[in-house]
């Protein structure tokens, strides 16, 4: 009887059926975050991306001033400033928001770029000649995989940069009108301008398509996009002008960064790994050239990912998943001695893939910051009469804060020489008795208050209630003066200005 139905939901699976449910699953999903943070803060101000402040403000930026995408600008919120390079997703996020405002923008534009970006990703798995039933799973993995869900929850600059590769790609590989394909010549030219590893990961599309895929051998257009692809990358790159990455240099370990089910807020769902196993047995098995190719550069990225920067994994996500729903298909054709048992690991699996889903969807809606986070934020902004002091905190809530145009020391972008040192300052700021040392950090940042959370005090910063700067603003009352105060955060005000 289940085979019956199997077989008839396969039957009536038309290509127009499956994007519609593709569509409607993607909406769902993506929309559910902000709805969750809608009722947990009663607005939408707040996204659970702390990188979404940042790009949110550069785009501000943009919205003041001409848009400036093939110039530096100067960004006075970290302390000492520090040169930004406007991404065409800037540009894009700060004209849509002069019509429609920030708090619509910053939600519309991911879940609008994700649903484009699956569909495209779609069509390109038919170019493919993939199956129809394969391409529908895959798509569903892709969606209810956490990775997709905080690309396209966040408003950065990534969300762009996939929908303009994957776009890039499908043009270029259109067989019914080869015209077209020249079209995708704009798209590759931009893709330089969101980081070295979305023009890699293009580059590596490239040659697989044309060495393993390309039946026509009449490569002049991809040479061409390969060229433009080089030539863009080394007028952006060599004038330093590109943000390559956004990511905490002071990460989880790396298995709790690579796992999302662990802790990994850009990590993959541990049943799409074991899943993915079964993947390579199958690609491996085969015993082509271009699978011995692909695992090989697979490989590679998944080393990258963990040791040099986890927003590989976004780009990289796509192949995982097709891989994990290979492993998916081959797990049901395979010949099973008891019915019963293949049915049970089957649910197994699903439900698992599914409850990595909704864990994250729910650990995503209670990321900091915290309603009285947001509440301490107000006050302290009154407090400060409309001034522009610097408060020092966990390089973790930098973004937060400077979204109320507050100056940090330290936040989470990749380091430079300037911001190590002021890295290395904090760090030894936190765990001082001294007040001499205490003030002369204070007095070398220009720090007017300190913003400490609970988290923080619960093994963030600290491990003991009178460890390090907690004893010391416990016990200098002539220097430090609590200014605020809840369950989830306080706010110490220097006084020896």
């Not at 609008?112 to 798509?139: D, H, K, V």
């Not at 762009?160 to 067989?175: H, N």
């Not at 541990?270 to 015993?287: A, Q």
């Not at 001294?434 to 005090?457: H, N, Q």
Request: aromatic share 16%.
């Amino acid at each position: 009887m289940a085979k019956k139905h199997k077989l008839t939901f396969i039957k009536h699976l038309t290509e127009r059926n499956a994007l519609i449910i593709i569509f409607l699953l993607a909406t769902m999903i993506l929309s559910s975050i902000f709805l969750s943070r809608h009722a947990y803060f009663g607005n939408f101000d707040f996204p659970a991306s702390d990188a979404s402040y940042y790009h949110n403000r550069i785009s501000g930026y943009e919205r003041s001033a001409s848009p400036n995408f093939f110039f530096s600008s100067n960004d006075n919120l970290i302390f000492g400033g520090r040169v930004y390079q406007a991404s065409p997703y800037h540009i894009l996020l700060g004209l849509i928001s002069m019509a429609t405002g920030i708090t619509f923008a910053q939600i519309a534009i991911p879940i609008f770029l994700g649903l484009a970006s699956i569909i495209i990703f779609f069509f390109i798995m038919r170019e493919f000649n993939m199956p129809l039933l394969q391409r529908t799973i895959i798509s569903f993995m892709i969606i209810l995989s956490p990775l997709f869900i905080h690309t396209f929850t966040s408003s950065t600059p990534n969300c762009l940069a996939v929908l303009v590769l994957l776009l890039a790609f499908y043009l270029l590989i259109y067989k019914t009108e080869k015209k077209i394909s020249y079209l995708s010549l704009p798209l590759v030219l931009l893709i330089p301008s969101f980081g070295i590893f979305p023009a890699m990961f293009f580059a590596v599309l490239l040659i697989y398509y044309v060495y393993f895929k390309n039946k026509n051998k009449k490569n002049h257009i991809y040479f061409l996009a390969f060229a433009v692809l080089i030539l863009s990358s080394i007028f952006l790159f060599s004038d330093n002008m590109t943000i390559t990455s956004y990511y905490s240099y002071l990460k989880l370990n790396p298995v709790e960064e690579f796992i999302s089910d662990l802790g990994g807020l850009a990590g993959f769902g541990i049943f799409n790994l074991l899943l993915m196993i079964f993947g390579v047995f199958v690609m491996w098995k085969r015993g082509e050239n271009q699978n011995y190719f692909l695992f090989i550069t697979t490989m590679i990225a998944l080393i990258l990912s963990i040791y040099v920067d986890p927003s590989i994994n976004i780009y990289l996500n796509f192949f995982i998943c097709i891989l994990a729903a290979n492993g998916l298909l081959f797990l049901f054709k395979l010949k099973w001695s008891v019915d019963l048992v293949k049915s049970l690991t089957g649910i197994v699996l699903i439900c698992g893939l599914l409850f990595s889903t909704l864990s994250y969807v729910n650990r995503v809606t209670y990321l900091q910051p915290s309603k009285q986070d947001v509440e301490a934020m107000y006050f302290l902004k009154e407090h400060s009469s409309g001034r522009t002091p610097v408060v020092f905190s966990h390089y973790s809530y930098s973004h937060f804060l400077q979204n109320f145009d507050f100056v940090t020391v330290t936040d989470i972008l990749k380091p430079t020489r300037s911001s190590a040192i002021a890295k290395s300052d904090s760090e030894i700021f936190f765990q001082t008795r001294r007040l001499k040392d205490a003030k002369d950090f204070i007095d070398k940042y220009d720090v007017s208050y300190i913003f400490i959370t609970a988290e923080m005090k619960k093994g963030l910063v600290w491990s003991k209630e009178d460890q390090g700067l907690l004893f010391l603003l416990n016990n200098a009352p002539k220097d430090f003066r609590k200014i605020y105060s809840s369950e989830e955060c306080e706010i110490w005000e220097y006084l020896s200005k």
